[in-house]
Antibody
Framework: EVQLEESGGGLVEPGGSLRLSCAASAFTFTSYSMNWVRQAPGKGLEWVSSISPSGDSTYYADSVRGRFTISRDNAKNSLFLQMNNLRIEDTAVYYCARDYSQGSMADAFDVWGRGTVVTVSS | DIQMTQSPATLSASVGDRVTITCRAS??????LAWYQQKPGKAPKLLIS???ILESGVPSRFSGSGSGTEFTLTISSLQPDDFATYYC??????????FGQGTKLEIK
């Protein structure tokens, strides 16, 4: 079964850092662009960042650009999100999600993980 | 960036009703629009991609249509399992995508 599983969430103080991971299984990870999407408590979905299959192209929402870094390790079928200088408004469930089509770089998201909770609070 | 405005924010309906959710874009784009269903505590589920392509396993009572700046999700006959929150997403740009604010479908 195609699966994504996030980890690394937790409680962090404003200004702190956190690194999220997403483990992929049962599909050819190297063929797909991957994404992070977040959802603040009681709010809607917000796209955070995307990365190409090879990792050489990355994109960010304005709200996180310069603070967050997306990366991937294709040898380990893993996606990462390094989050620095965290703000209270970064509190959310963070989902990793797969692009629908192989090799695409702008697509719907057909596979989602269960999410990991990030809480930024003093 | 293209902004997506969904309406209504909340929709109260009964089992068997036909309902329509609308998503309006701040500028025209091609067919790169998707619809998702999300239930409390769960990840979103892709229902429709490219405006009207139903995902495998999604009941045929769901349909999508539209073009330009206005897109709709229609559920032809509501079932108990359909009460959830629905989001549209545009993915026209390679450098970003945006979601609508969501429509919560409630039981009347």
């Amino acid at each position: 079964e195609v699966q994504l599983e996030e980890s690394g969430g937790g409680l962090v103080e404003p200004g702190g850092s956190l690194r999220l991971s997403c483990a992929a299984s049962a599909f050819t990870f190297t063929s797909y662009s991957m994404n992070w999407v977040r959802q603040a408590p009681g709010k809607g979905l917000e796209w955070v960042s995307s990365i190409s299959p090879s990792g050489d192209s990355t994109y960010y929402a304005d709200s996180v650009r310069g603070r967050f870094t997306i990366s991937r390790d294709n040898a380990k079928n893993s996606l990462f999100l390094q989050m620095n200088n965290l703000r209270i408004e970064d509190t959310a469930v963070y989902y990793c999600a797969r692009d629908y089509s192989q090799g695409s770089m702008a697509d719907a998201f057909d596979v989602w993980g269960r999410g990991t909770v990030v809480t930024v609070s003093s | 960036d293209i902004q997506m405005t969904q309406s209504p924010a909340t929709l109260s309906a009964s089992v068997g009703d036909r309902v329509t959710i609308t998503c309006r874009a701040s500028q025209s784009f091609n067919t790169w629009l998707a619809w998702y269903q999300q239930k409390p505590g769960k990840a979103p589920k892709l229902l429709i991609s490219q405006v009207s392509i139903l995902e495998s396993g999604v009941p045929s009572r769901f349909s999508g249509s539209g073009s330009g700046t206005e897109f709709t999700l229609t559920i032809s006959s509501l079932q108990p399992d359909d009460f959830a929150t629905y989001y549209c997403q545009q993915y026209d740009s390679i450098s970003s995508c945006t979601f609508g604010q969501g429509t919560k479908l409630e039981i009347k």
